[in-house]
């Protein structure tokens, strides 16, 4: 008796395609579970580090001319990816985004006595060298700091999780990554400290690298996370309820 095999090559192809998009479905899903609690988180940060900074060129009489427009236009770029992810929710009519928002909000605030101590770290620098201004410019670079961080963890994630597939997944977070907010606060770094800080190298100095450092190992470890999600449940009891328990809604 004969075994007989029917083999078909496009058969066969499609069964390998639909194996292939159901793992980046999974992992795009994965992804996402990261994503929104992870990069907003530190997108958050990024704002709150633009906003100082803004306040504290508008004490020093520096918030003026190009400077004023590429901080303007950093913080806009902020905003825009704001509103990208609420039309991403009401888009699959998921009604989470203030709850998210209230999480990358409080999650950020657990982070700011460490992002002040890397503000402190900058301004000891430079201070040392009997700058004016340094509270601002050291806002600036504080700034400049949080924004390359947040980028950097998006771009180290989308890494992870892309290579495993050849499925463009990573395309659809692309809007969370903070690059044109990047490009125009380093020109409000530029515009500020290119006669000032021209001689002062921060990026090599041990504490102002202790700060970084301890921010990213706090990204990276998470803590303050699930704090921070129990806070944002308290304040939105009713989605709590309903994702809980939605036969009861």
Not at 156 to 169: D, G, H, L, N, Y
Not at 172 to 197: D, I, P
Not at 208 to 226: E, H, K, M, P, W
Request: with cysteine; net charge negative; hydrophobic share 45%.
């Amino acid at each position: 008796m004969n075994i007989s095999t029917t083999y078909s090559p496009y058969s066969l192809s499609q069964s390998l395609a639909r194996i292939e998009l159901n793992k980046a479905e999974d992992l795009y899903n994965e992804m996402a579970q990261h994503f929104w609690p992870m990069i907003g988180t530190a997108n958050q940060c990024a704002y709150l580090a633009m906003d100082a900074a803004i306040d504290a060129m508008q004490e020093a009489g520096m918030f003026r001319q190009q400077v004023k427009r590429d901080a303007q236009r950093a913080v806009e770029e902020f905003h825009k990816y704001e509103r990208l992810c609420l039309h991403h929710f009401k888009e699959i009519e998921d009604e989470r985004f203030y709850l998210w928002q209230d999480l990358v909000g409080h999650a950020a605030d657990k982070l700011q006595p460490d992002v002040e101590k890397l503000f402190f770290a900058i301004k000891n620098k430079i201070d040392s060298y009997k700058v004016q201004n340094a509270a601002a410019l050291a806002r600036i670079q504080t700034a400049m700091a949080m924004v390359s961080l947040a980028n950097l963890m998006f771009d180290e994630m989308v890494s992870k999780f892309q290579k495993q597939t050849p499925v463009r997944i990573a395309d659809s977070f692309k809007a969370g990554r903070l690059t044109a907010s990047e490009n125009h606060w380093k020109m409000v770094g530029y515009l500020t400290g290119k006669q000032v800080l021209a001689n002062i190298d921060l990026s090599n100095d041990a504490s102002c690298q202790l700060g970084v450092q301890v921010i990213l190992t706090r990204y990276q470890a998470a803590d303050f996370l699930n704090d921070a999600a129990k806070e944002a449940l308290e304040l939105n009891p009713l989605i709590d309820e309903k994702y809980k328990n939605p036969e009861s809604v």
